[in-house]
């Protein structure tokens, strides 16, 4: 439906007929369509000069499956009954095609068709109803065609035209009507439902199976890379064994190898409720595995991997966790009917379920290391920011799927906007190059112009001035439906070849660009332990050949060098709790300060809140939007503060200064083993500075000073505000008495009831907030601890291997003394082979690399 095409006149008519002042905010479309309802239903009803009591019944009937029992759209029905019959609006074509105008083709089609449902609800069509319907249909330039098979669904006669039966089919898809209400989808569906098919008489062939084939190969190339990783485990494993080398070298060389082994692809999928996102995993499955309908469906994240045999986990928000039946998993997985299409956000709220964890032996995309994360709607979600903090938290892709009839709404281009800033960690100027986005539905838009202007919009905005993604193939047209008919068929289409080129656009970036990534890290850890081990081999031959002497007072000098290096450690960990609870003091006092301005600021950003909902006639729908978008720029503001002032100043000031000191501090270390070693020809200084720099890379590829943690965003995560318990009904209880006061006297402020509605928004939400800043205090101090901590860590774990290397020469030394020049030779010769066995290894590695 396109709003801006309903007239002022059309405007002027609605106000008449509701007996309000609407203003053009009002009109929205479930407004405006239920009002052409009701006129062509009227219409049907009144053609004959005379109304029967069952015909009154039948026109309720029709019209009641669209509002639950005492709600403002069952109202708005008695006012528009009312207001239709005394205006006799379904007489003047005139009238009911200004009301007509904005409706698209299916939404004319889908008017028309209940229109025929209700006249043919005893069987039979009267003649004057069929006239009129006519008379409506050809005014709104709905292929006549189109009519004659109606008529003949509803009043169950055969010879039906199967083509222009598809044509319908396709017209009526029920995604065409998100734009309206959920109660609208529903109700297409069940029409839908109730047309007959034609009969697929073509042979099925064999299913069409979706390979990874690049996945797969970067699947077996880790293998080979875990498998080297075992064997140069056990080649130090027994260096240890036999006293050559420390036992951390091959704790440390099985750390990298577990890491190998749990690294996975992380593949969140995201939208609004009803985009199909259900449909695309299913097709990117292969497999019917997430429960599909057309109206909202999924209420909680669902994680889809691989395991050796079915199991379905549900984790529960008080940290409980239990194995369910897979029979069951459908319907944990699935929110209720009802709460679909009435209070979305009620249900959602009260969910106990954090995630269900689907493992399975048999998907092929799963099987070839990928994790797929399904998100719910986030659209009516109350716990959006939550979701999608957990959704994005170490995510390698991430697809936002889009509907073609209705593509990029104001909610989801905000959406789209705040999912490129968290992925990359508070940066708002900057496009995401992990960022997928994917419009579905694309067989329901009928003509090349239409596609084209379907392609143009999308890519105007993602690609446009302020890019939202950067990389080549990240935007994709498809329709997972079909798709997913193609793949069962075996049917080889437009549709399967569309939806193939966008699994291999996945697939090359998954593997190319973030695997390589992720194997170039693994691969250089370990061929800085091979560097380490080589050197300390050869250090335990130089030992064993005497050119290694250690004198007891060199004994004694290396036992205070340890405990000197010991005393270091020590300081590092007591200049770190100082620095930490520094910047802890600080942050506390910058984040009271921000907090002082919020409420200026909030009120600012409040005045760009937008919702296409009325206050009278969707109030629940309209402040779920302004609670997300209260939600959406308080955690904007924090991330703003998280990053401008709490990484950019405080903690690059106090990070700088442990860092200068753990540098300060290894240096020594490592100068005075320097010294040392000149004195007993030992190499250890250089196997030491290995390790320092190796921690060095490691903390910068957190970012430096915390920057690729998000740490704006992580804060955000700690707010506790609008769950969406009662929230809603608190606020409609405050704006009840207004707008009940100027209801039926023509008189709505709808503007005034917008502004109510939001400062009640702002008022309960900052007193949510209040509760909540102790939450996101405790969430700063575990940053705080995180961040301080692992550089305390990795300068502790170097100070121990210097300490280790040193412990280890000692022992060296004393078991040397004890054997003969015969047991000498013979582990020299060992020492050698080990070495060897190494060194091919290298070439191993390399090869891996390339």
């Known amino acids: 439906m396109d709003t801006s095409l309903i007239s002022s006149e059309a405007r002027d008519l609605l106000s008449s007929i509701t007996g309000q002042k609407l203003s053009q905010r009002d009109l929205t ?73 904005p409706l698209s083709i299916s939404e004319k089609l889908l008017l028309i068709s209940f229109g025929y449902e209700m006249s043919a609800a005893d069987g039979e069509i009267d003649l004057r109803e069929k006239k009129y319907l006519e008379i409506v249909a050809k005014n709104l330039d709905i292929n006549p065609l189109y009519l004659t098979v109606l008529e003949r669904v509803f009043t169950h006669q055969e010879n039906v035209n199967f083509n222009i039966l598809d ?26 439902a109730s047309l007959p098919t034609q009969s697929k008489d073509k042979a099925i062939q064999q299913q069409t199976i979706i390979s990874y084939g690049e996945l797969k190969k970067f699947q077996e190339e880790c293998q080979k890379l875990d498998a080297f990783c075992c064997e140069i485990f056990q080649i130090l494993q027994d260096c240890s064994a036999r006293g050559f080398l420390p036992i951390t070298f091959s704790e440390e060389l099985s750390e990298v190898s ?18 199909g996102k259900s449909t695309l995993l299913n097709a990117l499955l292969g497999q019917e595995i997430q429960p599909v309908r057309e109206i909202p469906c999924s209420g909680t994240v ?64 799963c099987s070839n290391g990928v994790e797929i994360i399904d998100s719910p709607g986030l659209n009516e979600h109350p716990d959006r920011t939550a979701i999608t903090q957990k959704l994005l938290k170490d995510t390698d892709a991430v697809i936002f799927l889009t509907n073609a009839t209705r593509s990029l709404t104001q909610g989801e281009r905000d959406l789209l906007l705040d999912l490129k800033t968290q992925l990359n960690g508070g940066k708002e100027n900057e496009p995401a190059h992990n960022l997928f986005v994917v419009c579905n539905f694309m067989d329901l838009v009928r003509t090349e112009k239409g596609r084209e202007q379907v392609q143009q919009r999308i890519e105007r905005f993602v690609k446009g001035q302020a890019p939202i993604v950067t990389g080549n193939s990240r935007i994709h047209f498809i329709s997972a439906q079909a798709a997913v008919d193609a793949i069962f068929t075996g049917n080889e289409d437009e549709y399967l070849k569309t939806f193939q080129d966008f699994t291999q656009s996945l697939e090359k970036f998954l593997t190319l660009e973030r695997g390589t990534l992720k194997t170039k890290r693994f691969t250089t850890e370990v061929q800085r332990l091979i560097q380490k081990s080589l050197d300390g081999l050869h250090q335990a031959e130089d030992t064993l050949n005497g050119k290694v002497k250690i004198s007891e007072a060199e004994k004694l000098k290396i036992l205070e060098q340890i405990g000197e290096a010991s005393g270091r450690d020590v300081r590092i960990r007591m200049l770190a709790n100082q620095m930490r609870e520094q910047a802890f003091e600080q942050a506390a006092e910058s984040l009271g300060e ?39 720029d308080l955690s904007r503001e924090l991330d703003k503060w998280g990053n401008e002032q709490l990484k950019d100043i405080i903690l690059k000031e106090n990070l700088e200064i442990l860092n200068t000191n753990v540098d300060y501090e290894l240096d020594a270390i490592q100068a005075k083993f320097s010294n040392l070693e000149q004195q007993i020809q030992t190499n250890f200084s250089e196997q030491l ?38 929230l809603i009904a608190v606020i409609i209880t405050a704006v009840a008495t207004a707008i009940a006061s100027s209801f039926g006297l023509g008189m709505l402020d709808i503007d005034g009831l917008h502004e109510q509605v939001k400062q009640k928004v702002l008022e309960i939400g ?41 412990e280890h020469l000692i022992e060296q030394q004393e078991r040397v003394h004890q054997e003969t020049l015969e047991q000498r030779d013979i582990e020299k010769a060992w020492i050698y082979e080990k070495r060897q066995e190494i060194e091919r290894s290298v070439s191993t590695i390399e090869y891996l690399l390339d």
């Not at 577990?258 to 992380?266: D, E, G, P």
């Not at 700063?780 to 502790?796: G, P, Q």
């Open 167 to 192: 044509e319908i089919h396709l017209l009526l898809h029920p995604a065409c009507f998100h734009s309206l209400d959920a109660v609208f989808v529903k109700a297409a569906s069940d029409l839908l």
């Open 766 to 806: 900052f007193q949510k907030f209040d509760e909540s800043i102790n939450n996101v205090i405790d969430r700063l101090d575990e940053i705080l601890h995180v961040l301080f901590d692992s550089r305390v860590e990795s300068a502790s774990r170097v100070i121990a291997q210097a300490i280790t290397l040193y």
């Open 302 to 365: 669902t994680v889809l991997k691989y395991g050796t045999q079915k199991r379905v986990i549900c984790r529960y928000k008080n940290g409980q966790e239990e194995e369910i039946p897979v029979e069951q998993y459908q319907h944990k997985a699935t929110i209720s009917e009802d709460a679909a299409l009435g209070c979305l956000g009620d249900e959602l709220a009260h969910l106990e379920i954090e995630e269900i964890v689907f493992e399975h032996p048999d998907l092929e995309l």
């Open 594 to 632: 921000w907090c002082e301005e919020l409420g200026d600021r909030m009120v600012d950003n409040s005045q760009r809140w937008y919702s296409e909902h009325s206050p009278v006639w969707s109030q629940n729908k309209l402040i779920q939007d302004y609670i997300n978008q209260f939600v959406r």
């Open 29 to 101: 479309p479930p407004v405006i369509f239920l009002a052409n309802l009701v006129t062509v239903l009227i219409g049907v009803m009144f053609v004959d000069g005379t109304v029967a009591e069952e015909e009154k019944h039948r026109l309720l009937t029709t019209l009641y499956r669209f509002s639950p029992p005492d709600s403002d759209v069952r109202r708005l029905t008695h006012l528009m009954i009312k207001g239709i019959r005394e205006n006799q609006v379904y007489k003047k074509i005139n009238d009911l095609l200004k009301l007509a105008s």
């Open 689 to 726: 500075k290995i390790s320092i720099d190796g921690i060095t890379d490691d903390f910068m590829g957190l970012g430096g000073i915390g920057g690729g943690l998000g740490i704006g965003g992580a804060l955000a995560a700690g707010l506790m505000v609008f769950t969406g318990v009662g």
């Open 258 to 275: 577990k890491k190998l082994q749990s690294q996975k692809f992380r593949l969140a999928v995201i939208g609004e409720f009803s985009q």
